[in-house]
């Protein structure tokens, strides 16, 4: 069963990811940054892109912070401490099969990288509560793609269905840039 839970996630994933053709005529100056929840289809198809693996399985920052992310359902869905994957300041977005790298509003350096890791290592060895507050459970992607299932279609959502929904709201950019809004 796990298995086909993998295979479901991996091709989910390139169905919804750029070809790896595209990923590699990425520019890699400016240190290009995504945020993932997983980051082994996404490193293949974007091998110049740097990735924040927001689960922890391959982040040693995420993947010491002792707070659990909010309905966990497996072991490794850890939370970035608050304000860390704002420090790296992702800029790749992706937007209809495509990988768009947008502006930073600071440029992202070597040594502000090296700062930010070794800050929020730091933070969270020290065992501090390092999460934002969630001030309303419907602010979290998971709680708030059950409750769709719950409201819409009157059921409990399927494992996948409720990852793979959850994977797109975790995805979506707070903004988007106004070259590629649909009407």
Not at 151 to 157: A, C, G, S
């Amino acid at each position: 069963m796990r298995h086909q839970q993998h295979k479901v996630f991996t091709i989910n994933q390139l169905n919804n990811l750029p070809s790896r053709a595209e990923g590699l005529a990425l520019n890699p100056a400016g240190f290009p940054t995504i945020r993932a929840e997983a980051v082994g289809v996404v490193a293949w198809v974007l091998p110049h892109v740097n990735i924040i693996d927001a689960f922890g399985l391959n982040d040693y920052v995420v993947a010491r912070n002792a707070d659990i992310a909010l309905l966990t359902l497996m072991a490794h869905e850890r939370q970035a401490p608050y304000g860390y994957v704002e420090c790296l300041s992702p800029n790749v977005i992706l937007i209809n099969h495509q990988a768009v790298v947008t502006q930073r509003p600071a440029e992202l350096t070597a040594a502000k990288i090296v700062e930010c890791e070794q800050h929020y290592a730091a933070v969270v060895a020290n065992g501090r509560p390092t999460l934002a507050p969630v001030l309303n459970p419907i602010d979290d992607p998971r709680f708030f793609a059950r409750q769709q299932y719950l409201d819409i279609l009157n059921r409990e959502p399927d494992q996948d269905g409720l990852d793979g929904w959850t994977d797109v709201l975790k995805r979506c950019p707070a903004t988007v840039p106004a070259s590629l809004r649909t009407a």
